[in-house]
């Protein structure tokens, strides 16, 4: 039978025009919250529900909207505001039904105390927490569990540009428009302000005959009948689920590990002058390679299998070539057609391969013995950035940690999460290492034609 809440819920979506199909099936668990599962076989292409616009939360549908837009709020927090506003309505607001679902309170770092911060975060990609985006609430999109690289179900929304517009990017999270909820508690389903009508929905409605209102929720795959239905908020690591959402998920094929710019300078440091480091750095970003960057900081992605970014491996090379060399590729920048045929003809030159202005430079060339050395340097120099306390002692800590303990719990699941990262980057430099070894001891030559565009 179902729950209190989820009959109140289902009483509102009738009352607002939601239609939801009576193959889905709402679980209300006392532990993990709500989920969605399926009374029968799901088939892909399967319209499951459809929410109308004006059922969604969002500045422009809240009563609070000329009080927010006066004040020049927008995002997330303006829709902050907006939820703020018809909670404290209480029965009184137009979405009592569903605002009811919704937990007391939030297990995000964004609210934690800066003490919780430093002590439970230290070292983590959250250990600087950033702002993110949200743009508003769809009911029933938010009963929709999230899984990784695993969803069932897709929300598109009828345009007047094209047959159905995709308001999910499932390669970047970053921009996700829909639903946005918690795998453990349901969250504000996010929405961007898709709640304004023009005269050319109208006439794209009357050509077609779909509501450019409606909001559809669709099977993107199978589903057999009593599993539950996923959605996915994004391709997204845990260092961004937990910032974003409040949990993380065990073995995220999208974790990553950062290696800010500030800490290869350190290394750097460690060896050579910091003249010669930052005349370095500098003949780097003349031949037009950079980090990505957040904010202030200038950073190298270390990727879930431990794989480093080339811009990485690029700069590590270029620290550590001879003062000749060097000079040769100074003088080299200002005649070259394309900016990686620099590092590329000397890395013809050194190897012994042909090389051409439309080839690209392999990760596998710049590994050489000092580099994969570099590498591993590095890999200690991050780590330190958890402290004292070692992988082993964090996954202790959580195999007795207790899943009501959220903050420590998920906190240790991002620790460990990318500190294995950590490991793999180490195995991937030591193999390279290896590798270099061998082929100078046998004396081989890497003959090879580097890769083409």
């Known amino acids: 039978m179902a729950s209190r809440r989820l009959r109140a819920f289902k009483r509102w979506m009738k009352s607002q025009g939601i239609q939801c199909s009576d193959t889905l099936d709402f679980m209300d668990c006392p532990q993990q919250g709500i989920s969605v599962r399926a009374l029968s076989d799901l088939h892909e292409g399967d319209v499951v529900a459809k929410i109308p616009k004006t059922a969604c939360l ?28 018809e909670k404290s309505l209480a029965q009184d607001s137009p979405w009592a039904g569903y605002l009811q679902l919704l937990p007391p309170q939030e297990c995000l770092p964004l609210v934690w105390t800066l003490g919780e911060v430093d002590s439970l975060l230290s070292g983590t990609e959250l250990h600087k927490i950033d ?11 938010d009963l929709f569990n999230h899984k990784t690289g695993a969803e069932d179900v897709h929300f598109t929304s009828v345009s007047p540009n094209q ?35 023009s005269d050319s929905e109208s006439d794209y409605s009357s050509v077609t005959g779909e509501d450019p209102m409606m909001l559809q929720m669709i099977m993107v795959r199978e589903v057999k009948s009593g ?35 500030e800490l290869v ?31 202030n900081s200038e950073y190298f992605e270390v990727s879930s ?22 000079h040769k590729l100074d003088i ?3 005649t070259a057609d394309k900016v990686s045929a620099n590092i590329g003809m000397i890395l013809a030159e050194k190897h012994d391969i042909t090389w051409s202005t439309s080839s690209e430079i392999s990760k596998d060339l710049l590994l050489t013995e000092k580099v994969c050395r570099a590498l591993l340097a590095l890999a200690d120099i991050r780590e330190s950035c958890y402290g004292s306390k070692s992988i082993d002692e964090d996954v202790e800590a959580l195999e007795r940690c ?39 001891a046998n004396g081989t030559s890497t003959k090879k034609r580097l890769k083409k565009h």
């Open 58 to 85: 969002t500045i422009k549908t809240s009563g609070a909207r000329e009080m927010i837009e006066s004040a020049g709020l927008d995002g997330h927090l303006g829709l902050s505001v907006a939820l703020m506003y």
């Open 131 to 141: 702002e993110y985006h949200g743009f508003g609430m769809v009911p029933l999109a």
């Open 163 to 197: 047959e159905y517009e995709d308001d999910v990017d499932s390669e970047n999270g970053d921009n996700n428009e829909l639903s946005k909820i918690s795998s453990h508690d349901k969250r504000d389903s996010t929405c961007e302000n898709s709640y304004i009508h």
């Open 227 to 261: 599993d539950e239905v996923f959605n996915t908020y994004g391709s997204l690591g845990n260092a961004a689920l937990l910032h974003r959402y409040g949990f993380t998920e065990a073995n995220n094929p999208f974790d990553i590990v950062n290696i800010d710019l």
């Open 265 to 295: 300078l350190k290394w750097g440091c460690s060896l050579f002058s910091s003249r010669y480091c930052r005349a370095r750095l500098s003949l780097w970003r003349r031949i037009n390679i950079s980090g990505s960057v957040s904010e």
């Open 305 to 326: 299998d431990g794989e480093p970014e080339l811009e990485l491996l690029t700069l590590l090379y270029i620290m550590l070539l001879p003062d000749d060399t060097c």
């Open 332 to 334: 080299s920048i200002c």
């Open 402 to 440: 207790c899943m009501t303990e959220r903050k420590l719990y998920h906190s240790l699941m991002l620790r460990i999460s990318e500190r294995r990262i950590l490991e793999k980057f180490r195995t991937y430099a030591t193999a390279g290492a290896q590798s270099q070894t061998f082929q100078d």
